[in-house]
């Protein structure tokens, strides 16, 4: 039993970190995956509670079935987080950005919690050869997703109101800086990007409008104006005369 404990202890952590690390590069930020990550020992609370009530043991499956909640509950706050961003770059305070995020993203979160609920009843009810094991790795995840999905719902809205960025704020200091730099577009993402677009070598000014239908009729009209004229000075061409036909002399008359 230490020997599975230690390594539970090490594959717990170096999924963590390997999670933690991937979601710091995609959002360039380490408050995002805090918040995303905060309601991960919820889920693991759910999942030992049945293992508590007798209904298993740590033994390998159930460390498979911890392991696949990290990423299972991860889904959760990546569907709320990411979607509270966009909101905050659309004008949106923090507060009011993942209270909107939450409340559309509820349906995918409940859907995805009910899927994998429901896969796991085979797992539960399965019989025979290996069914203890099946019975151990189901039991965890279906307990460890709907209490961690019950808990995520409230957790991480609550954290992401308080420690995450002010992407709102930060766009407009950037904006900011922009401005202040020179006639750099908003649009420009890098300072090297704002040098070229001062000297004119990116972002070049806004195409011509495009005309309206009032402008194209008379553009249409002086066309059809300018080909009649050419065609009525043109010479009538000639009538293309057939092949010669060659006469056919009578025997008689050579």
Do not use: C, W
């Amino acid at each position: 039993f230490v020997q599975e404990g230690n390594t539970l202890v090490y594959t717990f952590i170096f999924a963590l970190v390997v999670i933690f690390l991937v979601l710091a590069a995609q959002y360039e930020s380490f408050r995002d995956p805090l918040i995303i990550l905060i309601a991960l020992p919820t889920a693991i609370f759910g999942a030992l509670i049945p293992l508590n009530a007798g209904l298993g043991t740590i033994n390998i499956y159930t460390q498979v079935g911890l392991v696949t909640l990290i990423g299972l509950i991860s889904k959760h706050g990546i569907l709320m987080v990411d979607f509270a961003n966009k909101l905050q770059e659309q004008g949106l305070g923090r507060r009011e950005a993942i209270e909107h995020a939450a409340a559309v993203r509820l349906r995918p979160i409940l859907m995805t919690t009910a899927a994998m609920v429901v896969a796991m009843v085979p797992l539960l009810i399965a019989d025979g050869a290996g069914a203890a094991a099946r019975f151990a790795i189901g039991v965890v995840i279906a307990a460890g997703m709907t209490i961690g999905t019950l808990f995520t719902l409230f957790v991480t809205p609550a954290v992401y109101t308080y420690i995450a960025r002010d992407h709102q704020k930060a766009k407009r200091e950037e904006e900011t800086a922009l401005a202040a730099a020179g006639a750099a577009p908003a649009h420009a993402e890098t300072a090297e990007e704002a040098d070229q677009a001062a000297a004119g070598m990116i972002y070049p000014a806004p195409p011509e409008p495009y005309p309206t239908e009032e402008a194209l009729s008379a553009e249409a009209q002086g066309i059809g104006s300018a080909a009649a004229a050419a065609t009525a000075t043109q010479p009538e061409p000639r009538a293309k005369r057939g092949p010669a036909r060659r006469r056919r002399l009578d025997p008689a008359a050579e």
